[in-house]
Structures are given as C-alpha cells and as structure tokens.
C-alpha cells in the first residue's frame, strides 16, 4: 500500500512530535523515534528546493558548522575544543587590546 505525500507528511510530523516528548526519559526511544522520523520524512523532500535553500548562506553555513561539529567530536575530539577555547581566548584579547588585526 503506497502512502501519499501528504500522508507520509503527516506521519513525519507526529513522529518528529513523539521525538520530541521522548527526549527526556529515554535515548533509546529518541533514537527509534529518530530513524523512523527520518524514513517518513526522506520520500517527503524537495531535492531541489533543500539544495536552493543549502546554496545560501543562512540555509549553508548551519549545515556546514554541523558537519564540523560532528567532524570534530568523533574524530578530533577534545584537541578540537581546546584549539576553538584557544582562538576564543585569543580573539578576546585582541578585542579587550584594542589592536586592530592585520590581514
């Protein structure tokens, strides 16, 4: 039995809603909610829409901080951090200096 778009929508919906609730007691109810949210929403998508929308800055950058975060955690880990504390650190002091940075 083929669902519809709109039906296939709407299951997507309420599964993203059950994630959302599951959240604070269990992890492994959240993570069941998220595959099966993630199989009625993929034959929902509008490639070419989501690719417009990824080809812009505010629809891009979020993507790609996201896919640095999770480059980051699994295979850097904590020497990722200190080097973004760092630059923090660093990036605090010329502000509160006053110098300007040359570029």
């Known amino acids: 039995m083929a669902l519809g ?5 709407r299951i997507a919906d309420v599964l993203a809603v059950a994630l ?8 492994s109810l959240t993570w069941i909610f998220f595959g099966l949210w993630l199989l009625a929403l ?4 509008n490639v070419a829409g ?6 812009t800055p505010a629809g891009g950058l979020p993507v790609l901080f996201w896919m640095l975060g999770l480059v980051g955690v699994y295979t850097v880990g904590s020497v990722f951090h200190v080097l973004l504390v760092a630059a923090i650190v660093l990036f605090l002091i010329g502000l509160v200096s006053g110098r300007r940075a040359v570029v």
């Open 5 to 9: 778009r709109e039906r296939t929508a």
């Open 20 to 27: 959302a609730i599951s959240l604070p007691w269990s992890v």
């Open 42 to 45: 993929v034959p929902t998508l």
């Open 50 to 55: 989501l690719r417009r929308v990824v080809a």
